[in-house]
């Protein structure tokens, strides 16, 4: 899909609904979705690989030998006349990010708003082991 800029503007929009929060504790959604991805491709699969420790509503899963290798996911907000509500739309977003030479990062895939059988699939295909 292309390069990007490095880490830090990439995802400042996504920041917008986190503005004034100090505390890193994610939101339990997003905690239960990483560990049904445990659950699901194994304990040892990937390693938190958590750039976003301000915004309670993303992480990052990296692969264990090399961290950088990694999938950014997120979990989207809808609007509703309750206020936001991403759990009524379970929608994700997610990027696979591998690393360049000049510090810069390509994007192979990327889904957005997509459910958990799609992250589930970019998780699992991304961050593999690699072949000994």
């Known amino acids: 899909m292309g390069r990007v800029a490095g880490r830090g503007i990439r995802h400042s929009v996504r ?4 503005v004034g929060v100090t505390s890193a504790r994610k939101d339990p959604a997003l905690t239960d979705l990483v ?40 979990m989207q907000l809808d609007a509703t006349d309750d206020g936001p509500d991403y759990r009524l739309l379970g929608s994700l977003f997610y990027e696979c990010e591998l690393p360049t030479a000049d510090g810069l990062y390509e ?13 589930l699939a970019a998780v699992s295909n991304h961050l593999a082991p690699l072949a000994s």
């Open 35 to 74: 560990e049904r991805l445990r659950r699901d491709l194994g304990a040892d699969y990937f390693v938190l690989a958590d750039h976003w420790e301000g915004d309670l509503l993303a992480t990052g899963l990296g692969r264990p030998d090399d961290p950088t290798v990694l999938v950014y996911i997120a």
């Open 15 to 18: 920041l917008l609904h986190t």
């Open 107 to 119: 994007v192979p895939d990327r889904g957005d708003g997509v459910g958990y059988p799609e992250v």
